[in-house]
């Protein structure tokens, strides 16, 4: 770096030399150009008037010989000196320098935070687990506790979101999270409301979590959402009876705003993993009792969405995911 610095203060002051030179000879070409005027002769003066003798005759004296103008020798021309404008030097290649992956950096601000997160959505179902099993609470009141943590976590996450890190959005994460888990728990643990109203709240928590997508671009809220939403679809309408009807309207429900989700953002790879997860989520879907046509229409109606986010979001055809389209099809 200091090298460089140096070769550019030189190149400067090369440029200043020569610039001082140009103006130098530029200068001399005007004298060399201007005639000298010649200096105008001395005024003659009246000789001086001698008396002598006792008559006082005044006799002049000689004139002066006229002044001889001397003219000015023709001087020489300077010899013509044709500048040139030195020849423009080709930048130096720097060479780029490559991000430096710090080490620190890595673990202090992208893996611990994506840990701790894990951990204390784990602390926390072990406690309510715990609280609950010795009747320290009662399952109105622990499912309630539960509702305002995760409530906490989503409202302080939002409050948070524009934080250095991703700090709002883990919050945000965990929260969301914790309400499946929740939600899930007050259904089929608690026994607070049936199956059907879990499906349909289940859908809604998913839908937020697309919003939540879309709004502040996040993938990692768009699987959530998508996980959340397909699993939805795919188990918990056939956890009494058989809806394979509810499953595969819930199935394009979620789908078809994730699809759009990855085509505006222009997410490729994620047009990829919506693919998969699409598709094994239609396997509960096709092991129940449709016909074959409607299986069939399903399968490609699913294909069709995601090979339509993946056109829409991949602006040069080539890379590993190329490979996606004959795959799906």
């Known amino acids: 770096m200091e090298n460089d610095r140096t070769d550019e203060i030189l190149e400067r002051l090369r440029s200043m030399e020569r610039r001082v030179d140009d103006l130098t000879l530029r200068l001399e070409k005007l004298e060399w150009a201007t005639p000298r005027q010649a200096r105008p002769a001395p005024p003659i003066q009246p000789p001086p008037v001698i008396e002598s003798g006792p008559s006082y005759a005044r006799q002049a004296a000689p004139p002066p010989p006229p002044p001889q103008v001397q003219t000015p020798a023709p001087q020489a021309s ?3 000196f044709q500048y040139q404008q030195p020849k423009p030097q080709p930048p130096r290649e720097s060479k780029p320098q490559g991000p430096k992956l710090d080490t620190e950096y890595l673990i202090g601000a992208k ?5 701790g997160a894990g951990l204390v959505v784990l602390g926390l179902t072990f406690l309510v687990v715990l609280a609950y099993s ?12 539960e509702l305002l943590l995760c409530g906490a976590f989503v409202v302080t996450g939002i409050a948070k979101r524009d934080m250095k890190e991703e700090y709002g959005q883990i919050l945000t994460g ?3 999270c914790g ?16 199956g059907e109203v879990l499906v349909g709240i289940f859908l809604v928590l998913s839908l937020a979590n697309l919003g939540f997508s879309l709004w502040r671009s996040s993938r990692a809220f768009l699987t959530i959402g998508l996980i959340g939403g397909l699993v939805t679809a795919a188990v918990l309408p056939n956890l009494r009876a058989d809806h394979s009807g509810l499953n595969a309207w819930l199935h394009f429900l979620i789908l078809i705003p994730a699809a759009l989700i990855v085509a505006r953002n222009r997410w490729a790879p994620m047009a990829v993993v ?7 989520a239609l396997v509960p879907i096709l092991l129940n009792g449709f016909p074959w046509f409607d299986k069939s229409a399903i399968l490609y109606a699913s294909t069709a969405v995601t090979l339509a986010a993946y056109a829409w ?10 490979t996606f389209i004959p795959t799906a099809l």
Do not use: N
């Open 78 to 80: 300077p010899p013509s």
């Open 111 to 115: 893996i611990l935070p994506k840990v």
């Open 134 to 145: 010795r009747g320290w609470i009662t399952p109105e009141m622990m499912f309630g506790l």
């Open 174 to 176: 965990i929260g969301s």
């Open 179 to 194: 309400f499946y888990l929740v939600f899930l728990g007050g259904s089929q643990y608690y026994k607070l409301y049936p």
């Open 274 to 280: 919506l693919w998969a997860a699409a598709t094994l």
């Open 313 to 322: 979001s991949k602006v040069d055809v080539s890379g590993p995911e190329v």
